[in-house]
């Protein structure tokens, strides 16, 4: 009986497992991409179900073909580099996508170190950026909004206070002792960006910060040898290119104003939980006893060794410092711009205004800024300008939560809790 058992199971088995594996089809899917002018197919598009990682590519004809559990309708995502991404809703097959050539990237006018060129004709690796997508980006300077914006370019925030430096790498770390910060060009100007403090910190300020964002034209970041060549040595890690605006020949006079206005706390739940003053004390008299050694919360009136107790646990004041430390910072921007021109005279005004705390006290950012370029055209051929940046900033910096010397943080976290935040005399 048991060996018949046996060749029982061992016949069953693998029809059980043939039964667990075959693949559930609820649809197929057949369909083509062609391009929307030529009606030619296109290869290499990614045809991807939104909500699930089921992911095809076309052939050379621009056909694919999808066997999935999905059932219809579902939505499909098309994405092909050199097309607009598209996204279809199909509920049956064969279906046949078309799409459209992307040619603005291709007739961007892109700035170099030696002109100006359409991104069609360019030989190097140069990255564009649209300012007015990251202007409104809450955050102190220009070269923190940024982050997550150029392809190639890591960009960092080093503490997250406002006004601080930003770890930036284009072309990774090309040195050990020497700077691998890439070289910023203002406007054809140089523009220092280390810091100028004097100050014992383990992270410094960004003089970056001092611009600002909204007099932005335009930045270009040059990445690679070819592209930086013009600058020399100090290309070498790579080269941000900043045009600010300038208003336009011919132009009616423009204003604008932008005005906005926040705030920025921490979670509750996300707040480091501290003991109160009652259960610090209860845990160090815990320690004392393991160690054999007086309690030193106890009774005022018993004195051991000459030193007289400190009070009971229950009679010892809270003090809660990460409360005092957080706080809900407010975040204000107000920037106003004149600009305009004749037919041989253009110009821009712009002022502004930010003042950003961070959520720690007593750290904060406040910058003033105004901004004038004014070009006047002598003939066809000779032209002259200025460009004027007059910026005040202010910053209240801090250790936040980094280094050897003491920090905001474990000041808040390490100090016992029933000590008192300030001294007598209120320092």
């Known amino acids: 009986?048991?060996?018949?058992?046996?060749?029982?199971?061992?016949?069953?088995?693998?029809?059980?497992?043939?039964?667990?594996?075959?693949?559930?089809?609820?649809?197929?899917?057949n369909g083509q991409i062609i391009d929307s002018l030529t009606k030619q197919g296109i290869p290499g598009v990614t045809v991807k179900i939104i909500g699930t990682t089921h992911s095809v590519q076309t052939n050379s004809d621009g056909r694919f073909d999808f066997v999935t559990g999905q059932k219809f309708p579902y939505t499909l995502e098309i994405l092909h580099v050199?097309?607009?991404?598209?996204?279809?809703?199909?509920?049956?097959?064969?279906?046949?996508?078309?799409?459209?050539e992307i040619t603005a990237q291709l007739n961007d006018v892109v700035i170099v170190g030696y002109g100006t060129q359409q991104r069609k004709d360019l030989i190097g690796s140069v990255s564009k950026i649209d300012p007015s997508g990251t202007k409104n980006i809450p955050e102190a300077g220009f070269d923190s909004q940024l982050q997550g914006k150029?392809?190639?370019?890591?960009?960092?925030?080093?503490?997250?206070?406002?006004?601080?430096?930003?770890?930036?790498?284009?072309?990774?770390?090309?040195?050990?002792?020497?700077?691998?910060?890439?070289?910023?060009?203002i406007d054809g100007v140089w523009v220092n960006n280390s810091s100028l403090q004097n100050i014992a910190q383990e992270r410094g300020t960004s003089p970056?910060?001092?611009?600002?964002?909204s007099d932005i034209e335009s930045i270009e970041i040059l990445k690679d040898a070819t592209a930086t060549a013009i600058y020399g040595s100090r290309g070498a890690n790579g080269v941000v290119l900043v045009t600010t605006k300038r208003g336009n020949y011919g132009q009616k006079t423009k204003i604008d104003f932008n005005a906005s206005e926040g705030l920025g706390w921490s979670p509750k739940d996300r707040v480091w939980k501290t003991t109160t003053g009652e259960q610090h004390a209860t845990l160090v008299n815990?320690?004392?006893r393991n160690m054999n050694k007086p309690e030193p919360f106890r009774a005022a009136s018993e004195i051991v060794?000459?030193?007289?107790?400190?009070?009971?646990?229950?009679?010892q004041p809270t003090y809660d410092r990460m409360s005092?430390?957080?706080?809900?910072?407010?975040?204000?921007?107000?920037?106003?711009?004149?600009?305009?021109?004749?037919?041989?005279?253009?110009f821009y005004i712009g002022g502004g205004y930010t003042d950003q705390e961070s959520i720690w006290k007593p750290m904060s950012f406040d910058r003033a800024s105004l901004k004038l370029n004014l070009d006047h055209k002598l003939n066809s051929k000779i032209s002259v300008g200025t460009s004027n940046t007059i910026a005040r900033s202010?910053?209240?910096?801090?250790?936040?939560?980094?280094?050897?010397?003491?920090?905001?943080?474990?000041?808040?976290l390490n100090i016992p809790t029933y000590l008192p935040i300030f001294d007598a005399n209120g320092t």
């Open 82 to 100: 050199a097309y607009e991404k598209k996204k279809v809703v199909v509920d049956g097959s064969p279906i046949v996508i078309r799409l459209k």
């Open 150 to 185: 150029a392809a190639g370019v890591q960009i960092n925030s080093n503490t997250g206070v406002p006004g601080s430096d930003i770890f930036i790498r284009v072309r990774g770390a090309t040195s050990i002792n020497a700077t691998n910060d890439p070289l910023y060009i």
């Open 324 to 346: 005092y430390l957080n706080r809900t910072a407010s975040l204000r921007n107000y920037d106003l711009s004149i600009q305009g021109g004749s037919d041989k005279t253009r």
């Open 1 to 29: 009986v048991l060996f018949s058992s046996c060749l029982v199971m061992l016949f069953t088995l693998p029809l059980y497992s043939n039964a667990q594996t075959t693949p559930l089809i609820n649809s197929t899917l």
């Open 305 to 315: 060794n000459g030193v007289a107790g400190r009070g009971l646990p229950s009679a």
């Open 394 to 412: 202010h910053r209240d910096q801090a250790r936040p939560a980094n280094g050897a010397n003491g920090t905001l943080l474990q000041a808040s």
């Open 208 to 213: 970056l910060a001092d611009i600002n964002p």
């Open 286 to 288: 815990e320690y004392s």
